[in-house]
């Protein structure tokens, strides 16, 4: 597929829905990481385009997601999986009652971190950290983060449930909130547009199946008024069971880890690197590449080569 990324360009912008045509050529009936991946980098720019075209839409939307953030009580740090150009972060830090001193943000597409690292500069938000990364191999330490949320992050990953709420409660330390569509609590119309699209469904059950304390799961807003997608978006909140064992960071760090051993990254030469694990994560225009098939088999990295 990444052979033909110069073609996939062309016929995104004459208005071909990639994913389906990825799969129409694969021959395949799933949504891999790799055409998200290729679909989302395509996108990139057209979700600040849709905030600076439907303002109203757009404080509508963050209205409602701050609402049930601010239930929450206080916390000290906050991530959005998926931040995709960050407009719905910029927007829940600008209506949330208490600001966290720790921002944070991933996302499986490099260009769209590009734009959202734009974006937040324009609107002032500082000491934000953006990263590439993967939900299903997130590059955090374990109960390092008070608030984890998505918004229509995990909507393509459908069949991988389970996977995905084992690894961002892995990272939570008090609440993983998910703004997702649900199929669970759709009418007809918008559960026949999710499975033929491949999207999660069941994200209630599956949380309930794994032990998870759901405190709140209902539909938050109907099918999007701007969107061709036939979505809906309901939040699921689950409260963290404290692993009281675990050592959770400190505000003062950046709660990175490789996303293939889970051990600490530093900062070293301008690369990340997991003296653990001894793979090196590179650095490309200040955006850190944390996706597992970014790591560099670097076992020799801390040598002293001074004479």
Same mark, same amino acid.
């Given at each position: 597929?990444?052979?033909?990324? #110069?073609?996939?360009?062309?016929?995104?912008?004459?208005?071909?829905?990639?994913?389906? $045509?990825?799969? #129409? *050529?694969?021959?395949?009936?799933?949504? &891999? &990481?790799?055409?998200?991946?290729?679909?989302?980098?395509?996108?990139?720019?057209?979700?600040?385009?849709?905030?600076? !075209?439907?303002?109203?839409?757009?404080?509508?939307?963050?209205?409602?997601?701050? /609402?049930?953030?601010?239930?929450?009580?206080?916390?000290?740090?906050?991530?959005?999986?998926?931040?995709?150009?960050?407009?719905?972060?910029?927007?829940?830090?600008?209506?949330?009652?208490?600001?966290?001193?720790?921002?944070?943000?991933?996302? +499986?597409?490099?260009?769209?971190?590009?734009?959202?690292?734009?974006?937040?500069? /324009?609107?002032?938000?500082?000491?934000?950290?953006?990263?590439?990364?993967? %939900?299903?191999?997130?590059?955090? %330490?374990?109960?390092?983060?008070?608030?984890?949320?998505?918004? $229509?992050?995990?909507?393509?990953?459908?069949?991988?449930?389970?996977?995905?709420? &084992?690894?961002?409660?892995?990272?939570?330390? #008090?609440?993983?909130?998910?703004? !997702?569509?649900? @199929?669970?609590?759709?009418?007809?119309?918008?559960?026949?547009?999710?499975?033929? @699209?491949?999207?999660?469904?069941?994200?209630? &059950?599956?949380?309930?199946?794994?032990?998870? /304390?759901?405190?709140? @799961?209902?539909?938050?807003?109907?099918?999007?008024?701007?969107?061709?997608? /036939?979505?809906?978006?309901?939040?699921?909140?689950?409260? #963290? +069971?404290?692993?009281?064992?675990?050592?959770?960071?400190?505000?003062? *760090?950046?709660?990175?880890? =490789?996303? +293939?051993?889970?051990?600490?990254?530093?900062?070293?030469?301008?690369?990340?690197? =997991?003296?653990?694990?001894?793979?090196?994560?590179?650095?490309?225009?200040?955006?850190? =590449?944390?996706?597992?098939?970014?790591?560099?088999?670097?076992?020799?990295?801390?040598?002293?080569?001074?004479?």
């Amino acid at each position: 597929m990444r052979k033909d990324l #110069k073609k996939m360009r062309t016929l995104y912008d004459e208005g071909v829905n990639i994913i389906k $045509h990825i799969k #129409k *050529e694969s021959q395949s009936d799933k949504n &891999s &990481s790799e055409m998200i991946t290729i679909s989302y980098d395509l996108q990139s720019g057209n979700y600040i385009k849709k905030a600076l !075209e439907y303002p109203e839409w757009e404080d509508e939307y963050s209205n409602i997601f701050a /609402k049930v953030l601010n239930q929450l009580g206080e916390y000290d740090s906050i991530l959005e999986v998926g931040v995709g150009e960050a407009t719905t972060l910029n927007n829940i830090l600008s209506r949330i009652s208490n600001v966290p001193s720790g921002i944070f943000g991933f996302d +499986i597409s490099y260009s769209r971190i590009q734009y959202a690292m734009n974006y937040l500069k /324009k609107k002032n938000v500082k000491n934000s950290t953006l990263f590439m990364g993967d %939900l299903f191999n997130a590059a955090i %330490l374990d109960n390092s983060i008070d608030v984890v949320y998505t918004s $229509h992050s995990l909507e393509p990953n459908g069949g991988r449930e389970a996977e995905a709420l &084992s690894e961002l409660y892995r990272i939570t330390k #008090k609440y993983l909130v998910l703004f !997702e569509p649900s @199929h669970e609590l759709a009418d007809s119309e918008t559960k026949s547009f999710m499975e033929q @699209h491949g999207f999660v469904k069941n994200l209630y &059950s599956t949380a309930v199946k794994l032990g998870y /304390k759901v405190i709140e @799961h209902k539909l938050l807003i109907g099918q999007d008024p701007i969107s061709v997608n /036939k979505n809906n978006t309901a939040v699921l909140v689950i409260e #963290k +069971i404290n692993d009281f064992n675990s050592v959770s960071p400190s505000l003062q *760090e950046i709660p990175l880890a =490789c996303p +293939i051993t889970k051990a600490p990254l530093e900062l070293i030469r301008n690369n990340y690197y =997991c003296k653990e694990s001894l793979l090196l994560y590179p650095i490309a225009d200040q955006i850190p =590449c944390l996706l597992p098939e970014n790591a560099i088999i670097a076992t020799h990295y801390m040598d002293d080569f001074e004479e």
